[in-house]
């Protein structure tokens, strides 16, 4: 299923999600996002200094802070120092693959996404002669997930995997994981701090996924002049992806319109900052006026979820009042099929009456209202990735000699070496999926089989510290 591939063509994919050369996603993540710009809430002396600063400085400087790095996540500074000398319960004991005890720590299975992550991971650790990982799920109680790494550590497991609840919250239990001699590997919407001591956070670059998706439907449906009154669908207003793929999706269609008009932005980084500002007010205020480029941001639903149900129901909390909207921006497949229902049910044909977009997954099932016309486009955001990727790592670190390692590692020592330098956070390639592209994408394998039910993707696996920075040398 996995193959090796050259550097040039892994950094060509993990650059598509980011943005640029020199893009991608931040160290921190997750709290709520600051309202207005810096040179709107700070001093007089820091709005001249905001004014100096190019929009990547000025974007570098705000994802120093976790409230403003909420909306941001993807985007990447264009070098790492290294992270060899933090400690990540390394090295290990070498073990046959049929000795290794791996546990998985889930936030929630309250999706396709997440039973996809379940199954994949569970698919790969069979494929590798492993025995299978001893999963718990938390329903997104942090607490509850606490309790239930402390639990898998006493059964003496060798590895935990952690779709974590509240990372930055969990830094000292990954500590306390990891002083005992056990790595972890994390995925999950938060990006993690250089000196978290994970082996990687292998995440999706949300706000790249919202940006293809709005650059998408801006060159669909932008026609200066012209307004789109739109609403968005998220599952938590505090959630890194629930906030990064809707101000993604509005640097992307602010991008392509100024562009259509023959006014493009200067950089990207331009767009990238000015919707930042954009989805701090707005999330706070519920309005922004954005109709003199072409665009009326007039409401957020909040399903408190990811599920169908949370979907339709904070669609229809909006919707019933909002008859007009043009658009609906959801954050997820899942949720997308739910404002799909709402909208039928309140008479609108998805499509013609009215719009309807996701940020992520990819999934099946989305491709599929693609192909009929209910869905204008979504992004993939493909759990084999990280799910098998976290599997295949654990693998190398213990056993070694895996067919298609990136870092050809014939053995466990070898292994060790090369992951004690990741990125705290690799991010996965991402890319928009619409009526031009869904054949392409679409899965070939049937769809009572893991690999048939998201979207085709091409293999990837995370770059060390000194491959990233030898490719970013130049920018």
């Known amino acids: 299923?996995?193959?090796?591939?050259?550097?040039?063509?892994?950094?060509?994919?993990?650059?598509?999600?980011?943005?640029?050369?020199?893009?991608?996603?931040?160290?921190?993540?997750?709290?709520?996002?600051?309202?207005?710009?810096?040179?709107?809430?700070?001093?007089?002396?820091?709005?001249?200094?905001?004014?100096?600063?190019?929009?990547?400085?000025?974007?570098?400087?705000?994802?120093?802070?976790?409230?403003?790095?909420?909306?941001?996540?993807?985007?990447?500074?264009?070098?790492?120092?290294?992270?060899?000398?933090?400690?990540?319960?390394?090295?290990?004991?070498?073990?046959?693959?049929?000795?290794?005890?791996?546990?998985?720590?889930?936030?929630?299975?309250?999706?396709?996404?997440?039973?996809?992550?379940?199954?994949?991971?569970?698919?790969?650790?069979?494929?590798?002669?492993?025995?299978?990982?001893?999963?718990?799920?938390?329903?997104?109680?942090?607490?509850?997930?606490?309790?239930?790494?402390?639990?898998?550590?006493?059964?003496?497991?060798?590895?935990?995997?952690?779709?974590?609840?509240?990372?930055?919250?969990?830094?000292?239990?990954?500590?306390?994981?990891?002083?005992?001699?056990?790595?972890?590997?994390?995925?999950?919407?938060?990006?993690?701090?250089p000196e978290y001591g994970l082996i990687t956070a292998i995440i999706s670059g949300s706000n790249e996924s919202g940006y293809q998706v709005g650059q998408y439907v801006a060159e669909e449906l932008y026609k200066k002049g012209e307004v789109q009154k739109v609403g968005f669908v998220i599952a938590k207003l505090e959630d890194a992806d629930s906030n990064s793929r809707p101000c993604g999706w509005i640097a992307g269609y602010l991008s392509k319109a100024a562009e259509i008009d023959g006014s493009p932005y200067a950089s990207k980084y331009d767009a990238i900052l000015e919707a930042f500002n954009i989805w701090s007010e707005f999330k706070d205020k519920r309005k922004y006026d954005l109709t003199d480029k072409g665009l009326d941001l007039a409401w957020i639903g909040v399903g408190e979820g990811l599920d169908v149900a949370k979907g339709q129901a904070a669609t229809a909390d909006q919707l019933t009042g909002n008859p007009d909207t043009d658009i609906i921006v959801v954050e997820m497949d899942s949720m997308g099929y739910g404002a799909i229902q709402e909208c039928k049910q309140q008479g609108k044909t998805p499509g013609k009456d009215i719009y309807v977009v996701t940020c992520a997954n990819g999934a099946r099932a989305a491709l599929d209202y693609i192909k009929s016309g209910e869905l204008m486009a979504t992004a993939t955001n493909i759990p084999f990735l990280p799910a098998t990727t976290m599997?295949?790592?654990?693998?190398?670190?213990?056993?070694?000699?895996?067919?298609?390692?990136?870092?050809?590692?014939?053995?466990?020592?070898?292994?060790?070496?090369?992951?004690?330098?990741?990125?705290?956070?690799?991010?996965?390639?991402?890319?928009?999926?619409?009526?031009?592209?869904?054949?392409?994408?679409?899965?070939?394998?049937?769809?009572?089989?893991?690999?048939?039910?998201?979207?085709?993707?091409?293999?990837?696996?995370?770059?060390?510290?000194?491959?990233?920075?030898?490719?970013?040398?130049?920018?």
């Open 1 to 193: 299923m996995r193959k090796k591939i050259a550097i040039a063509i892994a950094l060509a994919l993990g650059l598509s999600m980011v943005f640029g050369a020199c893009t991608g996603t931040p160290e921190d993540s997750e709290a709520p996002a600051e309202t207005g710009t810096a040179a709107e809430t700070g001093t007089a002396a820091e709005t001249e200094v905001a004014e100096e600063l190019s929009s990547y400085d000025q974007i570098m400087k705000l994802l120093e802070n976790p409230e403003s790095a909420l909306a941001l996540s993807g985007i990447q500074p264009k070098e790492y120092a290294s992270r060899a000398d933090v400690p990540k319960g390394l090295p290990v004991t070498p073990k046959g693959a049929k000795d290794l005890k791996v546990a998985w720590a889930a936030s929630q299975l309250g999706s396709e996404f997440f039973e996809g992550l379940r199954d994949s991971a569970q698919a790969e650790a069979k494929r590798l002669g492993m025995n299978e990982i001893i999963l718990q799920s938390a329903d997104l109680s942090l607490e509850t997930q606490n309790e239930q790494i402390d639990d898998f550590v006493t059964m003496g497991i060798d590895a935990l995997i952690l779709n974590a609840v509240d990372l930055h919250a969990q830094a000292q239990k990954i500590k306390e994981v990891t002083d005992k001699g056990i790595p972890v590997v994390v995925t999950g919407p938060t990006a993690a701090r």
């Open 391 to 475: 599997v295949d790592i654990i693998y190398d670190l213990f056993v070694g000699g895996r067919a298609g390692a990136s870092q050809s590692a014939d053995t466990p020592e070898e292994a060790v070496v090369y992951y004690s330098d990741l990125p705290a956070t690799s991010f996965m390639p991402t890319i928009a999926i619409t009526s031009e592209n869904v054949d392409k994408y679409y899965p070939t394998a049937p769809e009572t089989e893991v690999e048939g039910t998201f979207a085709t993707y091409d293999p990837w696996t995370p770059l060390s510290i000194s491959e990233y920075n030898e490719f970013h040398k130049n920018d």
